[in-house]
């Protein structure tokens, strides 16, 4: 089967990774195909294990090669075509969109939150498919009141964002 393995905590907070080695690791934990997607922790590999076993593998062989806490969150190809097919939001010049993926119930979590902050002009946020997407205005992303509710360590430590062109991406290298 082949799958992305989307990493959390990529070349922020000290943990410096350059994708050469991560892949170096994959290939090292025995994942076969092993190539990578940009600089921000995209991995697409195969295997005959199923994911709940990779998780804990590849987890545990990036933490001791990487000396950090590693995370990270798998989704095969079916997955990701299903995450383009139900994006709810018609793309723009002037917004991007950002795909939230992580531990079980991250969704409605991620919702609560976006209902309770101050909501600008032309964002939105939604689940469709038990994913969350956020529509944002581009260059309010961080300034954003969720946007700075995601920075939030109780938050960040149960999931991971691309924006819906990176996942667009992915798909094509698949």
């Known amino acids: 089967m082949k799958y992305c393995a989307f990493l959390r905590g990529v070349n922020i907070n000290g943990t410096s990774m350059k994708m050469a080695e991560v892949s170096k690791v994959f290939a090292e934990a025995g994942m076969k195909d092993v190539s990578t997607i940009l600089a921000t922790g995209n991995v697409l590999f195969s295997s005959d294990l199923m994911s709940s076993e990779l998780k804990s593998i ?3 062989a990036l933490s001791e090669y990487f000396n950090y806490d590693a995370f990270l969150f798998l989704k095969t190809k079916e997955e990701i075509a299903e995450i383009i097919q139900k994006n709810p939001f018609q793309k723009s010049e002037d917004s991007h969109i950002y795909v939230f993926v992580g531990s079980e119930n991250i969704e409605n979590i991620l919702l609560e939150e976006f209902k309770k902050s101050a909501v600008s002009q032309n964002e939105n946020g939604e689940i469709v498919g ?11 992303t961080i300034d ?13 430590e149960h999931l991971t964002s691309r924006n819906i062109n990176t996942i667009e991406k992915i798909l094509k290298k698949f």
């Open 58 to 60: 590849l987890e545990k």
């Open 130 to 140: 038990g994913i969350f997407y956020w529509q944002i205005q581009k260059g309010q």
């Open 144 to 156: 954003s009141s969720f946007g700075k509710i995601l920075g939030k360590k109780a938050l960040k």
